[in-house]
């Protein structure tokens, strides 16, 4: 019984989140075949596409100057408590933490990039 | 657990050698509180929306942006660690979490002689 209303129950927990698209149905994907095991890496042109996105999110960031090679603080305007913040929301994106070390260098999307896609458990 | 064992969270503190090394250890300081924000409203049971928070320890930050002082600085770091081991502990309750808001919900301060007199100041 509890087998039938399964998939049902999960693609509504998997509609409550108020993400992308992409990624609800991503999700909805990852509970629906949970022996599944992780799809290999991430296409860079996807990552590239999510980083930007956050930053066009930000509403301090003007969005005619975001660029992949954009320096957070040069071009963009963001200071070292900003830039904090947009490294944290790609960690969010990504589902990963970025230990200090690692997160102190990140300093343009290129950068965040680069080091997403050295990132195994990044998804 | 041994009486010795360092608390949870706890850092030793230290003396800043420069500047540089300040300014990286604020944002250290900066990402932990950011990162911790919805522990704290997980602990704490805050009923506020995150941005709230997030706006408010922005906002603990700014106060002190013009600091320049190596020695000050290092105080100021010393304090957040420990605000920062507090929270995150639940050393701290709810009313001390709410403290930091008091300021935003209070009425505006009376500034004519009148308005001075009627709210019982002087």
Not at chain 2, 93 to 106: G, L, N, P, S, V
Request: aromatic share 8%; charged share 30%.
């Amino acid at each position: 019984m509890f087998r039938a209303i399964r998939p049902a129950a999960l693609y509504r927990s998997a509609a409550l989140y108020k993400t992308a698209p992409a990624v609800v149905a991503r999700n909805a994907m990852a509970l629906n075949f949970a022996r599944t095991y992780a799809s290999a890496g991430l296409a860079r042109s996807d990552v590239e596409k999510r980083v930007l996105d956050i930053l066009a999110g930000f509403n301090k960031v003007d969005a005619n100057k975001i660029a992949l090679k954009a320096n957070f603080n040069a071009d963009l305007g963001l200071d070292s408590l900003d830039t904090v913040e947009v490294v944290m929301a790609i960690e969010e994106e990504f589902s990963i933490e970025i230990p200090d070390k690692d997160a102190d260098e990140i300093k343009s999307a290129e950068q965040a990039v680069e080091y997403i896609s050295k990132r195994e458990d990044a998804h | 657990m041994s009486a010795a064992m360092a608390a949870h969270l706890s850092v030793v503190t230290a003396q800043s050698p420069s500047l540089s090394a300040a300014r990286q250890s604020v944002i250290h300081l900066y990402r932990d509180f950011q990162r911790g924000v919805p522990e704290i409203m997980r602990t704490h049971q805050v009923d506020m929306p995150m941005s709230m928070i997030r706006t408010k320890i922005r906002e603990e930050f700014e106060r002190h942006r013009d600091v320049k002082d190596l020695a000050v600085i290092d105080i100021l770091l010393f304090k957040g660690r420990q605000e920062y081991q507090e929270t995150m502990n639940a050393w701290k309750q709810e009313t001390h979490i709410m403290r930091y808001f008091i300021k935003d919900d209070a009425p505006p301060k009376p500034q004519g002689f009148l308005e001075k007199f009627l709210a019982g100041r002087d």
